[in-house]
Structures are given as structure tokens and as C-alpha cells.
């Protein structure tokens, strides 16, 4: 990851800054609030800005890890270190119950998920007598280290900076993996993700976890700084605050968590000190012109203070090639099982009234490339989306090497061996074209989320890596490796979707629309392409509207019109059909 070069750098500042002579206390306490603030940030930064999933109420995670800790150690004597995995324990469990409900919510209706649940804790916080209802909990023992007691923000900074920095490297080492590249996918919706084989729901169930518990380890430490924990920084308010703290550092950079909680932190301390002097004491302005500082701030850096500092360095990491003779186990070509590959009988798909595939019947034999065209309209991806198990067919039967799957769902399609584009680029444009590649092999490896913050994942990783270039550089777009896929062009973008479904190494690759955007030089390329995975043992069904380019290369073609079969053939016979004629021209043609 290219945020990883600043860790070291910024240990050692952390490290020395209580020990600068003349350093007030006071600036000791606010990097502890800073601090504090990084952790929820940090699990925010992955929930919204990677997974993209807007969350009110990371307060309220905040909350467990502090009830936690103050309920064992004030009113039990458990030891302060004994409660920290019980916090995080206690948080990632609400983190389940809670979010087998709220990942499967979408749109508006997510964000207000989480505002509902986390005003409905605050409430809970405040009413239940084990917590001390309103009053809270004081008499919280400090954390200590043999003889050290952490009575004060000088020695508790230490152990919070170190949470910081160690759950900063976790974080982007998860980010830097395959578990990473599955949840950053979700972002620009599932549809794609799941055609490669990430189960969304686990995945924005895992990151949902991941930032509870970053949030719970903070409570625990905020629970042993202040020493006492009552509702008030668990509520609404609090929640919204976390959100505004990940959005202007940069949701979606781990180091823009920590950036904008300083940011948030020292400007809301300023605002309270200066303003009312300002003001002569007159009214509370401090949260209006907050929120108007924050707005500027947001219209200056929309997509936040770090990726904007970071864009204007004079230097720029210099991205490693992976290593190409690293080799993944290739599966069982199409070459070892002649015959029928794909089987569509009478599949038909309804949408209400509006019959979008009307019974339509083919097949695709092993080493065969076939053409399904059509007017706009015909049915062409709505096809697709049966056979990839995007839709369920209404009716009918599909069949992949005998096996029915019409009912399947995308990650099990894939799994078969059968992998595709789609007609509107779906590729994540803040993502290297290396990164978007290497999605389609997701289900070549093997490491999860624990192996991959460990950094025990590299030689699954390198394996990854290695294939998705092989693959880029196999479709001829090797210089654009490194690159950003959303500084391509439409066509570029098109042949990435290609690299990354060859990435399955399928026995059927289903193109929609591959040559869109193409100029003539690159459809003669991507026709050779196509021809020299036919010869490797590859089948391939493309959609596809240059008719030119579907005569010179299809083995078949089969025709679509408002849902139905109304021809099928060798591209010779196509040619003279009537009925196609008609479809394309008109009657009186």
C-alpha cells in the first residue's frame, strides 16, 4: 500500500514528543483525545470509506469497550489488562447481533439503521443500574506496568499512541490483501464482487466487526484515561462527530483517520477557548462555526485533507512489478472436457409483466466462440445475468457441464469456471488496474482477514499478484499496471474487465459488449486475443454490436429479438436470415 512509508517516520515523532522540553500537559492530553479519536476513525475509514458503509453509531461500540472494562475492574477488581480482550469481545459481539441486520440494508435507509440503533443504546446506557444509569461508573483503577501506574496523560499516551500504531499497520496490511481488495470492491456495489467469488454479506459483516472493535479498544482506553465513564460520549452526537473525523482526514486513508481526527479534535478546543472571548460570552457559536469550518474544509479536499496533501508530495512511491514465474494451479481446461459446456433451456426471465427473455434455448460447445447479438433491448444481458446467477430464471433450465445452476448464486457460477465482463465497466476506479485484476482471482487464494493483518498471507499474496500481471500484460496493458483504473480510457477500462475475468481462468468467459470503445487497432487485438484463448482450450459467448466484428470471429451466433430466439447459425447463414434482416432494418427492408 503506498500509505505504509509514513509509520515508521511517525512512531518516532509520537514517540518523542513528551520528551521535548517544555512541552505543555495540556498538548499531552489533547494528542490522548487525538489518539482516541484515531482508533474509531481508523474503523470508520474501513466501514465508509472502503466498504461503503455509512455508520452513525460507532459511539455506541465506543460505549461497550468502556462499560465493559469500568463494570469488571471498579465493581469486580478484575485486572485492567484482563478486561481488554472481554472489551473487544463485548463489542465484536454486538457488532454481529447488530450487524446481521444493518450490512443488508442499503441506501438511505443504512445510515438511519445505525442512527436508530445507536440512539437506542444511549438510552439503554443511561437507564440500566449495573451502569449507573445517568451517573455512570467512577473509581475505574488506571492501567499499570509492574510498579508504573498510568495516572496521569504523560504515561497513558504511550499506551494509547501504541494502539494507534499498531492498529494503523493491522489495518493496512488488511487493506493490502486479498480480504482488502474483496471489501474495497463492495464499494462500487456487489453485482461485481460477487461475479469473482466475495460473499458481500461476510465481507461487510467482517469490516463491520473490524471497526466495533477498533471502537470498543477505544472505550477501553478512554475508560482508564478519564477514569470514570458516564452516557454522554456515547450518544448521537458523539457518532456523527466519528463520521466527520474519517470524512475530512480522507474516508478511505488509514493516515487520514488519524490527520482528521487532530483536525477535528484541536479545532473544536480552539473554537471553545477563543470564540466566546471573541464573542465576549456572548450565545454558544462554537458548533455553528464548526460546522461551517468543516464544510470549507470539505469543499477545499471533497475527498479529504490526506489524499490532498499527499497528491501535491514531490515525490511518489515507486510501485515493485510483481513477480511473474510465481505461478498459480491452473484449473481443468476446456481441452479435457469436450462436449457441451453451457446448456440454456427454454430459460425465460419476468419482470412483473415485461418478459425480458421469452424461452430462449442454446449452447456452447468446448473450444467454440459464439455470438449472442440483438437489437437494444433483445434481452442480450438480462441472458447473461441468468446464466452468471445475477437473476434467477422465472422458468426453464441452465446447465453448466451437466450441472443445473439456475438458481445458483454468482459465487458458486464462478466457481464452475465461467467468468465475465459486463456491458458497464465495474471496476474501481481508485484502485490500481493491478488491484481491480487481481479481484478475479480471489478465489485462487486462500488467506483470510487474521493471516493477512499478520502479514502471514505473502506467499498467497505474491501468487495473486503475479497472475493478475501475467494477465494484464496477456490483454496489452502492461505500462498501465501501476495506474489508477479510473485515469483509463472507456475502451482501456473494458480490456481491464477482461484481464481480471481471465484471472479465473475460466473454461467459458461470457463478454458483454467487449469491443465498445475500441478503436480499430484494438478490436484487431482483441479478436487475436480471443482467438488464441479459443486455441488454448477456452470457450468464450460474447454480446457484441459491431457486427463486423462478430462475422470475422464467431463460430456460431445466436439471435435475440425482444426476449426471443428468432435465429441461430454460422455467421454465413446470419447473414442472409430474413428474420434477423428484419430485426435490424425494419419490415420494408
Known amino acids: 500500500m503506498r500509505e505504509r512509508w509514513p509509520l515508521i517516520i511517525f512512531a518516532v515523532i509520537v514517540a518523542a514528543i513528551p520528551f521535548i522540553p517544555g512541552v505543555p500537559p495540556f498538548w499531552i492530553v489533547l494528542l490522548d483525545n487525538i489518539g482516541l479519536s484515531a482508533l474509531v476513525a481508523m474503523g470508520l475509514v474501513l466501514l465508509t470509506g472502503v466498504g461503503g458503509l455509512t455508520s452513525f453509531g460507532q459511539a455506541a461500540f465506543v ?132 461475479a469473482f467469488g466475495v460473499y458481500s454479506p461476510r465481507a461487510k459483516l467482517l469490516v463491520f466487526i473490524y471497526a466495533a472493535v477498533l471502537a470498543g479498544l477505544s472505550g477501553w482506553l478512554y475508560a482508564h484515561f478519564t477514569r470514570a465513564v458516564n452516557p454522554t460520549p456515547f450518544g448521537a452526537q ?37 470564540l466566546p472571548l471573541l464573542l465576549h460570552g456572548e450565545g454558544q457559536l462554537e458548533t455553528i462555526v464548526f460546522g461551517i469550518l468543516l464544510v470549507t474544509l470539505l469543499q477545499l479536499a471533497p475527498t479529504g485533507l490526506w489524499p490532498w496533501l499527499t497528491a501535491r508530495l514531490p515525490f511518489k512511491p515507486i510501485a515493485k512489478k510483481p513477480d511473474t514465474t510465481i505461478k498459480l494451479p491452473a484449473r481443468m481446461r476446456a481441452a479435457s472436457t469436450p462436449g457441451v459446456l453451457l446448456q440454456v433451456d427454454n430459460a425465460r426471465k419476468q419482470f412483473g409483466g415485461v418478459v425480458a427473455v421469452n424461452n430462449v434455448s442454446f449452447d456452447v460447445q468446448a473450444r467454440e466462440i459464439v455470438a449472442l447479438i440483438g437489437p437494444n433491448g433483445a434481452g442480450k444481458s438480462t441472458t447473461f445475468n441468468l446464466i452468471t446467477g445475477v437473476l434467477p430464471p422465472t422458468s426453464g433450465n441452465i446447465s453448466v457441464l451437466g450441472k443445473a445452476v439456475g438458481n445458483a448464486p454468482p459465487q458458486d457460477v464462478v466457481k464452475l469456471g465461467i467468468s465475465r465482463t459486463f456491458q458497464h465497466v465495474k471496476l474501481v476506479p481508485d484502485m490500481t488496474v493491478l488491484e481491480n485484476v487481481a479481484i478475479g482471482a480471489h478465489l485462487r487464494g486462500h488467506s483470510g482477514a487474521i493471516s493477512s493483518m499478520f502479514r502471514l498471507d505473502r506467499g498467497d499474496e505474491a501468487k495473486l499478484l503475479a497472475e493478475a500481471a501475467r494477465q494484464i500484460e496477456r490483454v496489452g496493458l502492461g505500462d498501465q499496471m501501476h495506474q489508477l483504473a479510473g485515469s483509463l480510457s472507456l475502451g482501456q477500462q473494458r480490456i481491464v474487465e477482461i484481464a481480471r475475468a481471465l484471472c479465473v481462468d475460466p473454461m467459458l468467459l461470457l463478454l458483454d459488449e467487449p469491443a465498445a470503445g475500441l478503436r480499430h487497432m484494438e478490436k484487431q487485438r482483441l479478436g487475436a486475443l480471443l482467438r488464441d484463448l479459443r486455441a488454448g482450450g477456452m470457450s468464450v459467448l460474447l454480446v457484441e454490436h459491431d457486427m463486423g466484428f462478430v462475422m470475422d470471429l464467431a463460430d456460431r451466433i445466436v439471435v435475440l429479438d425482444f426476449g426471443t430466439k428468432i435465429a441461430e447459425g454460422t455467421p454465413a447463414a446470419i447473414k442472409t436470415n430474413p428474420e434477423v434482416i428484419k430485426a435490424y432494418l425494419g419490415a420494408d427492408a
Request: no cysteine.
Open 63 to 194: 460505549g461497550f469497550g468502556a462499560y465493559t472494562t469500568a463494570v469488571l475492574s471498579a465493581n469486580y477488581g478484575i485486572s485492567p489488562w484482563l478486561t481488554l480482550p472481554l472489551s473487544l469481545l463485548v463489542s465484536g459481539l454486538a457488532a454481529v447481533l447488530l450487524g446481521l441486520v444493518t450490512v443488508r440494508l442499503s441506501g438511505h435507509y443504512l445510515p438511519l439503521g445505525t442512527l436508530a440503533w445507536g440512539l437506542g443504546l444511549f438510552y439503554l446506557f443511561s437507564k440500566l443500574a449495573f451502569l449507573g444509569r445517568n451517573d455512570g461508573i467512577s473509581g475505574i483503577p488506571p492501567l499499570s506496568i509492574g510498579s508504573l501506574r498510568m495516572l496521569d496523560p504523560g504515561t497513558i499516551y504511550f499506551a494509547i499512541w501504541a494502539a494507534v500504531l499498531i492498529s494503523a499497520l493491522l489495518t493496512m496490511n488488511l487493506l493490502d490483501s486479498r480480504t482488502g481488495r474483496a471489501i474495497r470492491a463492495l464499494r462500487r456495489g456487489h453485482i461485481a464482487a460477487e
Open 238 to 274: 458523539a457518532g456523527i462527530e466519528y463520521l466527520f473525523v474519517a470524512v475530512v482526514g480522507g474516508a478511505g486513508y488509514v493516515w487520514g483517520g488519524v490527520l482528521g481526527a487532530a483536525i477535528v479534535v484541536i479545532l473544536k478546543e480552539v473554537l471553545q477557548s477563543y
